[in-house]
């Protein structure tokens, strides 16, 4: 399996941004997906996850503000950003991991920038 992210732009606080995950390979091997992100200086955080359930559990930072989605691909998961803060600015990965920890992947990153 291999990721690939879109989306990162440069937008305005309070303004919106959809980010978008391509996995290809075998999609069917994917247990969880999840986005993270990494500010300049700062170590790699959770933003989001969504487990093949469904189920979806969210930073406290991004609650009420994010939301992660698969869409009718069963490749493609999406993050809808709103009310964008400066403090989200980073570098946005998409991971991957595999039924019975068989793999664990990630995308190479996209950059979002909120401008003040």
């Known amino acids: 399996v291999q990721l690939v992210e879109s989306g990162g732009a440069l937008a305005e606080t309070g303004g919106s941004l959809t980010l978008s995950c391509t996995a290809s390979?075998?999609?069917?091997?994917?247990?969880?997906r999840g986005w993270y992100r990494q500010a300049p200086g700062k170590q790699r955080e959770l933003v989001a996850t969504?487990?093949?359930?469904?189920?979806?559990d969210y930073a406290e930072s991004v609650k009420g503000r994010f939301a992660i989605s698969r869409g009718a691909r069963i490749n493609m998961v999406y993050l809808q950003m709103n009310n964008l803060k400066p403090e989200d600015t980073g570098v946005y990965y998409c991971?991957?991991?595999?039924?019975?920890?068989?793999?664990?992947?990630w995308g190479p990153g996209t950059q979002v920038t909120v401008s003040s």
């Open positions: 390979g075998d999609s069917f091997s994917i247990n969880d």
């Open positions: 991971r991957a991991r595999g039924k019975g920890d068989t793999f664990d992947v």
């Open positions: 969504i487990a093949w359930s469904g189920a979806t």
